[in-house]
C-alpha cells in the first residue's frame, strides 16, 4: 500500500484565491511527522512546513496552513492568497520516528492563473 | 552561511562506468540522504546515514553505494550506470536532535546514462 497519497496530479487556481492539496498517509507508527515541500521548475526542493502526529493546532507557516485530521489520516495544503510564484510542484511527505523511515508521494502540479 | 551542496549539478557517463556524485554539508547535521526523483515516482529513497560510519539501504539501493567518513560528506557511488539509472539525484540532511527532524535538499543532480 502506498504510504503518502496525493491524489491531484495536477491543479489551477486563479490569482488571489485559495487552494487546497490533498494528501492522505497510511501509518501505523504512533509517532510521526507530515511535510510539505515546493518544487518550483528551478528544481530545488523547498521545505514549507511540518505537522507533527501529537500537535493539537494545526500548523500555519504565513500563507500555508496543513489541514491536520488525523482519524482520517489526512494532511492536505492550504494556500491563502495565491501568488503567480505559488506555481510550482508539491510534495507531501512522512516520517515515521518509531520505524525511522521517510516517505514521499508523487506529488501535485499546481499553476497559478494571472 | 550554513548549507547543502551537490557536485557535479549535471552529469553524462555511459553505461558501464563507475560514476561518485557528491553531496556536502556544512550545518553539521548528524543524518543524510539520497534521493532519487523519477516522473510519475516522486522521491525514492536511495541510502541513508544517520552517522559516521553508519549507512542504511533504502527502497532503491540496487547499484548504488555509499560511505560516511566524516559529518560533513555522503557520497553516492553508483558502481556500473546503467540506463535506469539516468534520474535526478538530491542530497538531504537533517538534525535528529530537533522535535521534527526536517530534511534540508541540496540542489541536485542531473544524470544521464547513454
Redesign the interface.
Known amino acids: 500500500a502506498q504510504k503518502?497519497t496525493q491524489t491531484q496530479p495536477g491543479m489551477f487556481v486563479q490569482e488571489k484565491e485559495a487552494v487546497t492539496l490533498d494528501c492522505t498517509y497510511d501509518t501505523s507508527d504512533p509517532s510521526y511527522?507530515l511535510?510539505w515541500?515546493k518544487q518550483p521548475s528551478s528544481?530545488?526542493?523547498i521545505?514549507l512546513i511540518?505537522q507533527?502526529s501529537y500537535d493539537q493546532q494545526n500548523a500555519t507557516e504565513g500563507r500555508y496552513s496543513l489541514n491536520f485530521q488525523k482519524a482520517r489520516k489526512s494532511a492536505n495544503l492550504v494556500i491563502s492568497a495565491s501568488q503567480l510564484g505559488d506555481s510550482a510542484m508539491y510534495?507531501c511527505?512522512m516520517?515515521e520516528?518509531t520505524g525511522?523511515q521517510?516517505?514521499?508521494?508523487?506529488?501535485t502540479s499546481l499553476t497559478v492563473i494571472p | 552561511d550554513a548549507e547543502i551542496t551537490q557536485s557535479p549539478r549535471h552529469k553524462i557517463t555511459e553505461t558501464g562506468r563507475q560514476v561518485t556524485l557528491a553531496c556536502h554539508q556544512t550545518w553539521n547535521h548528524n543524518n543524510m540522504f539520497w534521493y532519487r526523483q523519477d516522473l510519475g515516482h516522486g522521491l525514492r529513497l536511495i541510502h541513508y546515514s544517520y552517522g559516521v560510519q553508519d549507512t542504511n539501504k533504502g527502497e532503491v539501493s540496487d547499484g548504488y553505494s555509499v560511505s560516511r567518513s566524516n559529518t560533513e560528506d555522503l557520497p553516492l557511488t553508483l558502481e556500473s550506470a546503467a540506463s535506469s539509472q539516468t534520474s535526478v539525484y538530491f542530497c538531504a540532511s537533517s538534525d535528529s536532535a530537533t522535535d521534527t527532524d526536517t530534511q534540508y535538499f541540496g540542489p541536485g543532480t542531473r544524470l544521464t546514462v547513454l
Open positions: 503518502i511527522g511535510f515541500y528544481g530545488e526542493m521545505f511540518y507533527g510534495f511527505a516520517r520516528y525511522n521517510f516517505y514521499f508521494g508523487t506529488g
